[in-house]
């Protein structure tokens, strides 16, 4: 009896034989994929950051420009005729102007006097006067001193690409300029020009140069440059807007166009700013950036 329980007919036991092989196969290759996975794995990690060395000089400056790296600042003579990567960087250069350099050298672009090099796309106005003292140009690159007093000055570079900065006595008017006229500022360039002029847009017209820090990371020392002259401001009528119309303007945020709304749906219209000095949302401050724009 115990014979004929554990009896197995022999198309089961085919089949068993047949399943504990899969089984078996398996395992082997689950545990050969593992073991390749580990060896693997030291690949496939993130790589740790490796510390930027300086590039020899023969190496070719294309191939250093690609590294990101975080060097000091120094100062020494240098001539922007001459100089290598390795120099202009240590100066505090960054790697995109570096390229700019080269590349205006590779084209036959020479700079003959110091002021020259303070047209060199997106150098600021501080970073040029502390560079300026350290700045040697070559006597057999130099412009003649009579072509400097005598003669009216020519530019070969005043492009969109490398415009002609304007001097400090020279400013600019806010709401009457242009891309063009934004990049001859010492600091400005296409993308803050663009972001001048947007930003300008969306408040309805610039009433003071100072607006101007309300745009992230504009360089201060730009600022100086900028006048507004005679402002006229596009108003907005704050009984007409809707919540997403008001909250559009820079000035006024989603929590301020709301309690607008309620205002107007629990007492009526606005009558004047003062109104707004009820609301818990509108600060001395905040009235007071609003008032060249809004209308009753």
């Known amino acids: ?52 060395h300086p590039t020899p000089k023969n190496q ?46 590779a084209k036959g672009g020479v700079y003959r006097k110091k002021e020259d090099f303070a047209r060199l796309y997106g150098l600021s106005v501080r970073e040029y006067r502390e560079l300026e003292p350290y700045i040697r140009i070559s006597p057999d690159l130099a412009t003649p001193a009579a072509t400097l007093v005598g003669e009216a000055e020519h530019y070969e570079r005043d492009t969109l690409k490398y415009p002609v900065k304007v001097e400090v006595a020279q400013s600019v008017n806010l709401n009457t300029t242009d891309t063009l006229l934004l990049r001859k500022v010492p600091g400005i360039g296409e993308a803050f020009a663009r972001r001048i002029l947007g930003y300008g847009q969306r408040l309805g017209g610039y009433v003071s140069p100072q607006q101007l820090l309300e745009i992230e990371d504009f360089p201060q020392e730009a600022i100086p440059y900028f006048v507004v002259t005679e402002p006229h401001t596009k108003k907005i009528n704050l009984n007409k807007l ?29 009558h004047s700013l003062d109104d707004l000095k009820l609301l818990k949302d509108f600060p001395p401050e905040a009235i007071r950036r609003l008032k060249p724009y809004v209308e009753f």
């Open 1 to 52: 009896m115990l014979r004929d329980f554990f009896y197995i007919r022999r198309s089961d036991r085919h089949a068993i034989l047949f399943l504990l092989t899969v089984i078996t196969i398996s395992l082997l290759v689950i545990m050969l994929t593992e073991g390749r996975s580990d060896e693997l794995a030291p690949n496939t990690q993130k790589p740790t950051p490796i510390t930027q």
């Open 242 to 270: 809707t919540l997403n119309q008001l909250q559009r303007h820079p000035y006024i945020s989603f929590y301020q166009a709301k309690a607008i709304t309620e205002y107007r749906r629990l007492r009526g219209p606005l």
């Open 60 to 105: 070719h400056p294309a191939r250093y420009y690609r590294q990101e790296t975080s060097v000091v600042a120094e100062r020494f003579p240098f001539d922007p005729n001459t100089a290598d990567s390795v120099q202009l960087l240590r100066l505090g250069l960054r790697p995109w102007q570096v390229r700019n350099i080269y590349r205006y050298r």
